[in-house]
DNA sequence: AGAATACTTCGATAGGGATCAAACCATGCG
DNA sequence: CGCATGGTTTGATCCCTATCGAAGTATTCT
């Protein structure tokens, strides 16, 4: 028998499907509340919060209260690590690489990231806008610049004045490695994007497909 | 929902306690049978065999038969980094740091890895053979020098001439991160110890401790 | 060939944990 | 204050898997 750290229990809290969703989920660096964890994992609200104080107790999270909020995080970049060497195993020894269909490659180009838009097109429009000085970039943190409040009014983006939770936020982009904008201004453009119907979203994914026009509408307005 | 690799699959594989010692006793890189792997987790045989089944079918190991022996080991170094990660959580979030008491102390400084002997002692004692030429070493490979077989004769350490396994092996020590020596040629070494009385093996515990005579008497045969 | 060793498969059991519905707290809004 | 919303707790169900004994297979030793 061998003792020492008890590296089974570590594994087997992500060894849960549910609580391994949750933390890839929580990879980008965002904390999420245990709803937005729910819809992620794909269980119901208390099948989450069980999961959830079990990672806590596990020490692999950290909750931030604010208000009636409760914002789940991983507990530091040494967990953060842990997860990024079981997902590079697990895409090692995966050998069910079915060929990355059409779908996938609609990912790639653009998807759903629970409330605002990920993949190559957002990573460039942050890209875009930083370059832009309409928001300011410090590594993870991101906030509006001087002109932001007219650039974006001009363009028809509300701006939530009073928000809840972070206007601007980064949030790794899982296929590009790279950061995309999250917050409520991520969430903001995605309904925009959504409502000019420059794009749908793909039934039962997190997909979405840009219309030949709407993709040139949305570079025009986002990536000039 | 999410998909992507599946990451819960390979860390539900480590997250039980029976294949989790297993790991940890691959993780020094020297591949072992069956059977001691059954004896290092604590299990029966039939249930190692499932275990190792099912570490074989998830990719994380690997197998080279030997005639009716069958040699288990890590897949390979990125497993080991996962499994290394993994290993600084649990320790990192184990809190559960009892102060080290006696056995502990004892544990670090001598202890049995399956049928040789581990921690400072033995990290020592391979040090000191290396410096004096008596076993060469290059990385992880080990092999007698030209004064090996005269030398192990003068002290009375038997090398097996035909082995089934390695004579000499590095293994990595769980306690001071640095190598000691497997093999037969190390669990001759113990047998030596053992058969001399210079050391007892604690019940129920693989600490080793020497009576001082004993260490004297180790100390001048392999640390001088 | 026969015995012994190393290992695996089969079968049955038992226990743990994942799950959800419903009830229960807490915070914010009008 | 009440009502709605976000979250947790409780309780019951059910499936999954870890476990070991016993029997089966393979390889080496004599």
Redesign the interface.
Known sequence: ??E??????????????A???M???LMGGTALTASELAL???VSLPTASSHLSKLME???LTLASQGRHRYYGL?GP??A????????????????RVRPGPRDAAMRVARVCYDHLAGEQAVAMLDRLVEKDILLRNDNEIRLGPSAASHFAAIGVDIDARPRRPVCRACLD?SVRRSHLAGTLGAAILDKILAEKWARREKDSRAVIFSPPGKQAFERVFLA
Not at 4 to 17: E, H, M, Q
């Open positions: 028998m061998r020492g750290p008890d590296i089974a229990r570590i594994a087997s809290l992500v060894g849960d499907p609580r391994a969703n933390l890839s989920a992620e994992a794909g596990g020490g692999l507990a040494q967990v690590g842990m997860i990024e060497a079981i997902t590079g195993v697990a895409e090692a020894v995966g050998p069910k899982w």
